[in-house]
């Protein structure tokens, strides 16, 4: 073990589940760092209760205890900004375990200040983007802080050798379930994921039972739902006309999308560790999200603004997927992104039916560039000169026209 | 009239369907020009028959009458080489009619070459994005051809006097329905289009009625249906495991899409010309290979010239929908893209259900960059050290470090 | 003439400079709309007074006479912006004509509104780029401003026909010479530019007698000189430990450039009207600015916000270049420009020698990432892990090992 | 040492200078590897004679010596390609180090497999760019090839124990001064390099005794010197109308822009691995090439193309400085930066003078779209339509007019 022994930690804030991996590796870093654990659970909308966090931390003598729901700056600060760059990484993945982590992250750092922790610890695998996700986050908050990836450094390298780990030391087995499913799963307010077993391999479909939030579009109701957004700068501040906040809405969104089979994504992704993985995902209120969102921007939004935005987009959404919330870059990346937003105001009507997400309507009192004046096939009063239309033309072509004579004179 | 009367044309190569439009164009050019018209008329999958023009032509008093089929050259050289690059105009828009002008433009050059013509007509108008597609072609490929877009010269700015001028000249009027759609429409293999009337409200939805190439998904059958798709070099060659011919294999992709209810697209974009502009779209197969196109590059695709691709393509995608098609920079872009193809190969498996196209399988025997020893959850036999793990974040870490610790040290 | 005549304009602000162009302009404009002129001359450097306008306006019959001193505002709020950006278009040339245009265009406008005037009018020709500068800005600012572009209208072609109006309507016609040169120029606190004549021929080097603010490298001092250039926020605040205001900070670099030969520029480049010309500017001070700016920011900015800075700045600079400095896009991008500048703050020491600026030192007390400490080859005493960089070879690696494996097994 | 002792390693391919440093890692590879040791020896122009190495590595026993001359493979393959992009790293240096390493990393695979060798070594730092570029090549031809970096894993971590190793082992230590210069240095015929020492602080001017390839602006001649380049499919072929190799005509460019005291850079750049560093380089002839280049790009290169490469460039260049030249990335992009040089033909004149490269002539015989004809100031005989222009302007403008008329509509 290259850490453990020799150099010295006092205290680390753990971030903690009270799921079987973290409990272990709770235990783990008592016995190996003979340290003090301080642990730190969050609502961030994963689903089920926080409280039994506490519990299980006393159980295994933590002394400082810290339960967060962060639901609603999860949303505010984190999914909303993501969503104004209708932000999607590989031209599918919405995101949903890259946002979290960097509200984690900043987190156990105010945590560790504030409990004078010199380290941090989290339960992410030495394989995955998480990992990186996490630890970016805590150097680029507080660049001396030691971190402890246990399953980076203990050779517990097999579930049965963690199974067998955790009832040496009298831990809970049963924990290990999280309901029973053979998936590698992370949830929050945005999405839940699945990977793993049968997903492996990526010619076969995943089985039925595997997905939790939405129902297949076949159960879907038969009937279609309409649904009116209303948006203000860009984020979602109405449903239907009520003004939610924005851990609400997304809750609604999820609810409504689930119940008409909206949101599901099985791809392969490519992750920043370098080999692609498979991985399922149910977005169900994200995904309305971003229909609606690119829907108020098309009447709001200036042609090369939104071009510009769409070019930039999925470098934006690399940096959040390998985890660069913290960086320099997406701050200065985010100025601008926020700052496209301030005309985008109005309401857009969506259908919901089995799995589609249909934009049927959109308007802004205040800030519609459409000008059916102009656009429209019937005649114009004079709002739009058509002989404009032959120059414009004709200096677009010339140095297509200057080249191809070249072509010709030689 | 800026250019009617004292400029000299000879002889004018007309893009003719036949239908009303084109057939008053025919006549006013005789009329204006006192010139010779020479008719082309392409079958590029718009549906219908084409023959019929040859009649109507003739009974105009043309001479020199061209009809092609250019069905599969449509799919082949510019469809394919298109969908290879994931290609989207503002998140959405498969640029179903953009992609067809530069053939048409292409061939009537041509036939302009043949026939010694010196002019070229379309029948767009001078408000929309096709006279620019139309006319960038027509001078990248032939810098000194005279082109007469009628639109933009004649004083028939309304539907009223264009009717007028027909029954004067003795113009089939019942030509003008088109199906009797009160809409302005376009189409060809990869879809169909409809502007105006209703749709001029972006708030209203459109009626059922109007779609013509798709059931609604309320409508589509209940039962999923399962499609194997093969490519090679990022084209779709085979359907089901059987080998097929681009146009063959669009129709067929058409077809089964239609069917269930799938490519329906309602949105507001950003002409060209500098205003918005409200469209819906039908594009059933391609909607269809895109989705696959996208899932057999997840499998194939290194990582970074996945994201240059999505980067760039944008910026591609505005390309063809400004008629940049003959630029040089179009031509240098898809060098690049057709480059990153040549590992491309590989089958897709794909879930047709009630508008949805769900990946659900994908594999590639020669070219799979999925390693499932590499992504595995389970113990992995040394194939990757996650120590390796904890310098990459380090070292990625270290310049936001280096920044936080001075400003920590002020 | 398209528009003279018929349409009634009752009252144009024309950019002035009392030049022989303008004057005819002048005069063309009263005789051929019947209306009142408005004269705005404007001080943004170019050299030589200002004031002789107001005798020329008045002689001409104009009543409302605008003069006004903008060189601070045209640094403080359109150079040391642009400059932000290192902004270079076509890899060589520093916009000081372009950058110039959109602050006359506001300000003509501004002049428009306070005088009731319903039209602007300026001399540049229907070849340039300074024409669409110009309009764009008018249009941006005040969409329904009537432009009159004489150049376009008249059929004063050629220099000698406009001599001849000039001496038919009274113009003194010494007023021509400009000081003698047969070029084609432009001046302003940022530049003077060349076109013309022999420069047609960019086969041919222009004579020395052309240029005139700066001497050649050969007839500059035998002894280099030390500058001390000051930074906040990205902008030059002091030269040599002293406090100038923008525009004194420019002069006083143009003067101590053109002393020492710098600045000077020959190209061919690509205007937005389609084709290329050659011109030649002399620059002295803006060419001292950039190699200083880079350098401030070589040492406090981050490298994936200075990398991200460079792949935009050429769009950024064709954007000012094809005179969109009043769009949404160009607002959007400076935002995130100026939130990159925070940290630009600190001191770089330039040596000015015979045409060339060499940066030899730069330090900032308050801003400096450069961590002597972990660069060192000496030994580091454990700021920096080298055990670190392995793994993050081998994960970087790791993409390309995958797929050249791939190839191997086939 | 993580790796010595226990994994075995039969056969290590070793890029060998001769100079102390790799006498003294060949030494160690024997005696901690206990495996044979086969040397790389190229010259790549770096200067001086390699064969001296033959009996340097002769003498600590090697049997297998490989001595190449690479310099024309370095200038065709890789210098030329690079610098058809213009590339620049961080807007002023031009790579002279980064584009040397992939030619050795392949070179050394080669003899690798020829001589069954199952790992490569190389003498680049911890800390620096060269050991990610050297590895990252290696791993990208030969995925499971064993790289062993004594400077990661020796604890030899200063150069008195370095020394006193060398001194141990025999080793004759007056090789270490490569002439007696303080700095660490690299050289090849693109440029020389300077790092360490009181470089680091970059706020001192360096020594004029530090450069090696120049003399100083002040000491180069008083009297100018043209020259005169002709460029083929963007390459250099002959210089002053005589036809040389790519090697022949690059270092005769060093010669002369040495002479005229062209091409110091003295500059902060980022590393990859995350800190900042301060180097200096002398590059004159990739100097004049560069600026040629762009030159004889001005006339021949289509705007779009050009702006299209500006833009792609700082991601190619930091591709190439990051070690990433055998990605695919980095080849999908030459594929298009190739194809741009289809027309890049022709010669440019340029006038060489006390640290001045200036372009005074450029022309192209058969594929100049410098149209004098178009761009002229005099009548043009109507092959440019002025009134085009206003055309243009006004759809240019368009949106933004709809959306300034919005404004002022609330």
Redesign the interface.
């Known amino acids: 073990m ?1 850490k453990g022994g020799t150099s010295k930690v006092n205290k680390v804030v753990l971030a903690f589940s009270g799921g079987l991996d973290t409990s272990v590796i709770l235990k783990w870093l008592q016995d190996t760092y003979q340290c003090e654990i301080v642990t730190f659970t969050a609502d961030i909308g994963q689903g089920g209760e926080v409280e039994p966090a506490r519990a299980k931390a006393r159980q295994l003598g933590v002394k400082e205890i810290f339960i967060d729901d962060l639901r609603e700056e999860f949303v505010r600060d984190f999914v909303f900004p993501m969503f104004r760059a ?1 932000t999607v990484y ?3 993945y919405l995101l949903g375990t890259s946002i979290a982590r960097p509200l984690i992250a900043k987190r156990q750092i105010e945590i560790a200040r504030k409990t004078g922790a010199d380290a941090v610890s989290h339960g992410a ?3 995955g983007n998480d ?2 996700r996490f ?2 986050g805590y ?6 802080i030691r971190v402890i ?1 246990p ?2 450094e203990w050779d517990l ?2 579930r049965e050798k963690l199974l067998s780990y955790a009832e040496q030391h009298g831990i809970p087995v049963e924990m290990k379930k999280k309901g029973g499913s053979p998936y ?1 799963m992370d949830a929050n307010l945005l999405h839940i994921s699945y ?3 049968i997903l ?7 089985e039925e039972s595997m997905w939790r939030w939405s129902v297949s ?2 159960k879907a109701p038969g009937e ?1 739902q309409y649904l009116d957004l209303e948006f203000k700068h860009g984020d979602i501040i109405a449903l239907n006309g009520k003004k939610l906040s924005p851990a609400r809405i997304l809750a609604k969104l999820n609810q409504l999308g689930g119940k008409h089979g909206i949101g ?1 994504l ?6 920043y ?6 991985g399922c995902y149910e977005t169900p209120g994200g995904t309305i999200m971003l229909r609606a969102h ?2 108020i921007e ?2 709001t939004l ?7 935005k ?2 930039l987009m ?2 934006y959404a ?1 940096l959040i997927y390998n985890g ?1 919330w ?4 997406r ?3 985010q ?2 992104i926020d ?2 937003q301030s005309h985008v105001n109005g309401w857009v ?1 969506v ?1 919901l ?4 997400v ?6 802004s009192k ?7 004046r ?6 114009d009063k004079g709002a ?23 072509k ?1 004179r ?1």
């Open positions: 290259k209708n590989e031209g599918e695998t030495g394989k990992q990186v630890e970016l150097y680029a908050l507080q660049p001396d990836a399953w980076r390298t097999s590698s990977e793993g077993r492996e391999d990526p010619a076969q479909e995943p579009p076949e279609a599901r099985d791809l392969v992704e490519n992750r560790v370098g080999m692609k993985s498979r690119r829907a098309s009447i200036d042609r090369e603004v939104a071009h510009l769409d070019e999925p470098r690399a660069y913290w960086s320099p870059e701050k200065m990346m100025t601008m700052a496209s009507r259908k039916y089995k799995g589609n249909i934009v049927v309507g959109r308007d205040t800030d519609s560039l459409f000008d059916p102009i656009a429209t096939f019937e005649e739009y000169n058509q002989a404009d239309a032959e120059g414009f033309i004709k200096l677009s072509a010339l140095r297509m026209r200057i080249a191809e004579n070249l010709s030689k």
